[in-house]
């Protein structure tokens, strides 16, 4: 099983930033994609941005230009620094691991709980 956490998340006013951190921990033996998702209310979730093993990175159209997703292989860990805030972007903000837990093993996915993020004056 592989845990993931979220930290990071809260209420900021429009135009400013807030940085996001995941950390996987537990049966890890290869991270192939980090990404963050986010998800506002009566709305399906989405992808805000991702980064693979190679460290290519893709962004969602709204994502790019404000927002950079970054990672810490040592420390199993992404980033996402969000900048130039609007009150759309106001959502949950969901972290996605997908991972192997030994060499020949399926990739899995792990989701975290999630963590709030709020764009308001």
């Known amino acids: 099983q592989v845990q993931v956490v979220e930290s990071g998340g809260g209420l900021v006013q429009p135009g400013g930033s807030l940085r996001l951190a995941c950390t996987a921990s537990?049966?890890?033996?290869?991270?192939?994609?980090m990404g963050w998702y986010r998800q506002a209310p009566g709305k399906e979730r989405e992808l805000v941005a991702n980064i693979i093993e190679s460290d290519s990175t893709n962004y969602n159209t709204f994502a790019k230009g404000r927002f950079t997703i970054s990672k810490d292989n040592t420390k199993n860990t992404v980033y996402l620094q969000m900048n130039s805030l609007k009150p759309e972007d106001t959502a949950v903000y969901y972290c996605?691991?997908?991972?192997?837990?030994?060499?020949?093993?399926?990739?899995?996915?792990?989701w975290g709980q999630g963590t709030q993020v709020t764009v308001s004056s």
């Open positions: 537990g049966s890890i033996f290869k991270i192939t994609t």
């Open positions: 996605n691991v997908e991972s192997r837990s030994r060499i020949l093993s399926p990739t899995e996915s792990y």
